[in-house]
């Protein structure tokens, strides 16, 4: 395979478990996907679904207790889970990017933005520290931030949250990575600037031909922007499609009731007011999943056969994992 036609990251047959004080569990059940060089690819769940952990092991950044159990992680062909610890966190950061939800990585509140920026450039390039405040300032020109040869000495609580991610997307999007891993980027931002924030990550892909695997609850903001869809249910991929065929013709039950929660207040992500109603049930904590499909207990299609393990079902580059599909239909 040459060069442009490898994906970017390919993903095959991870497994994560997590230790808690009842036993071990699963949080990544056996998932594969690949993310094309410059695609853009959405992984979508309900909250608990094993996202997260998901981005983490690829990252190799989950927590102590938790554990990578099987799988290959091929990033631009070479398989991040042998690499040395030292090889990963330079590859962290700048060929592999991560912008997160705001919460959970913030920016540092004592330093300046443009600091912040610079010790990121520093640290994976031979650059001056006066080239790196200038292109700093291009940078926060880069992802929309208004006078920024001003803003770039301002410290983060002094910008809205919007213009922190934009931040965070400056210090990710620094190196020019090949794949940008975006874990529920605009979830703590309202509508107009989600749309502003996904924006963003196309015209960095258009620029610099970074890839993009956004991580979200919401199928909404899935619509707009991927051209590749994963669903994931209780930690394992349920479906896998182009987007305009997953929302045309879901194939799995699960989809299928997400997508009904989103075409009832509109797709384009505009004219939404209030948050999702949930699909009806919950989703079964990691401790307490059912055997056989765990979509079962809340599925309206649930039969007989879905006590057994469901097969992953593949026709026409799509893929779902359920048991009517293999079924003839009556
Ligand atoms: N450090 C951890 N230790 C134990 N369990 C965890 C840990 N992190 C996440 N989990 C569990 O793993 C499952 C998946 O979590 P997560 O990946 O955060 O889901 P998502 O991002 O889809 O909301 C959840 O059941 C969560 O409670
Ligand atoms: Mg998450």
């Given at each position: 395979?040459?060069?442009?036609?490898?994906?970017?990251?390919?993903?095959?047959?991870?497994?994560?478990?997590?230790?808690?004080?009842?036993?071990?569990?699963?949080?990544?059940?056996?998932?594969?996907?690949?993310?094309?060089?410059?695609?853009?690819?959405?992984?979508?769940?309900?909250?608990?679904?094993?996202?997260?952990?998901?981005?983490?092991?690829?990252?190799?950044?989950?927590?102590?207790?938790?554990?990578?159990?099987?799988?290959?992680?091929?990033?631009?062909?070479?398989?991040?889970?042998?690499?040395?610890e030292n090889q990963m966190r330079h590859l962290r950061g700048s060929e592999l990017a991560m912008v997160f939800q705001e919460?959970?990585?913030?920016?540092?509140?004592?330093?300046?933005?443009?600091?912040?920026?610079?010790?990121?450039?520093?640290?994976?390039?031979?650059?001056?520290?006066?080239?790196?405040?200038?292109?700093?300032?291009?940078?926060?020109?880069?992802?929309?931030?208004?006078?920024?040869?001003?803003?770039?000495d301002a410290y983060p609580h002094q910008l809205s949250g919007g213009m922190r991610q934009r931040v965070m997307i400056a210090?990710?999007?620094?190196?020019?990575?090949?794949?940008?891993?975006?874990?529920?980027?605009?979830?703590?931002?309202?509508?107009?600037?989600?749309?502003?924030?996904?924006?963003?990550?196309?015209?960095?892909?258009?620029?610099?031909?970074?890839?993009?695997?956004?991580?979200?609850?919401?199928?909404?903001?899935?619509?707009?922007?991927?051209?590749?869809?994963?669903?994931?249910?209780?930690?394992?991929?349920?479906?896998?499609?182009?987007?305009?065929?997953?929302?045309?013709?879901?194939?799995?039950?699960?989809?299928?009731?997400?997508?009904?929660?989103?075409?009832?207040?509109?797709?384009?992500?505009?004219?939404?007011?209030?948050?999702?109603?949930?699909?009806?049930?919950?989703?079964?904590?990691?401790?307490?999943?059912?055997?056989?499909?765990?979509?079962?207990?809340?599925?309206?299609?649930a039969h007989e056969a879905c006590l057994e393990d469901p097969p992953w079902v593949e026709k026409a580059g799509r893929g779902?994992?359920?048991?009517?599909?293999?079924?003839?239909?009556?």
């Amino acid at each position: 395979m040459n060069e442009s036609s490898r994906p970017v990251l390919a993903i095959r047959g991870l497994s994560t478990e997590v230790q808690t004080r009842r036993g071990v569990f699963r949080a990544v059940d056996d998932v594969s996907f690949t993310v094309p060089a410059a695609g853009k690819v959405a992984l979508v769940g309900e909250s608990g679904s094993g996202k997260t952990m998901t981005a983490l092991s690829v990252l190799r950044l989950t927590d102590p207790g938790v554990r990578i159990v099987a799988g290959v992680v091929e990033f631009k062909g070479q398989d991040l889970l042998l690499l040395r610890e030292n090889q990963m966190r330079h590859l962290r950061g700048s060929e592999l990017a991560m912008v997160f939800q705001e919460p959970m990585t913030s920016l540092n509140p004592m330093l300046s933005v443009g600091y912040q920026i610079v010790e990121t450039l520093r640290a994976h390039q031979k650059i001056s520290r006066k080239q790196a405040k200038q292109r700093a300032v291009e940078l926060l020109h880069r992802v929309g931030i208004p006078s920024p040869s001003t803003r770039v000495d301002a410290y983060p609580h002094q910008l809205s949250g919007g213009m922190r991610q934009r931040v965070m997307i400056a210090i990710a999007m620094g190196c020019r990575p090949s794949l940008m891993i975006a874990d529920e980027p605009t979830t703590a931002l309202d509508v107009t600037i989600q749309g502003q924030i996904l924006d963003l990550f196309e015209q960095i892909r258009e620029q610099d031909g970074t890839a993009t695997w956004l991580i979200t609850h919401d199928l909404g903001v899935v619509a707009g922007f991927a051209e590749h869809v994963l669903v994931m249910y209780a930690g394992q991929i349920v479906e896998s499609s182009p987007v305009k065929e997953l929302f045309r013709s879901p194939l799995h039950p699960y989809t299928q009731a997400l997508i009904q929660c989103v075409s009832a207040v509109g797709v384009d992500g505009t004219t939404r007011h209030t948050r999702l109603p949930l699909v009806e049930g919950r989703i079964a904590d990691i401790e307490s999943r059912p055997s056989g499909c765990r979509f079962r207990p809340r599925c309206p299609r649930a039969h007989e056969a879905c006590l057994e393990d469901p097969p992953w079902v593949e026709k026409a580059g799509r893929g779902a994992r359920c048991v009517l599909l293999s079924e003839k239909e009556p």
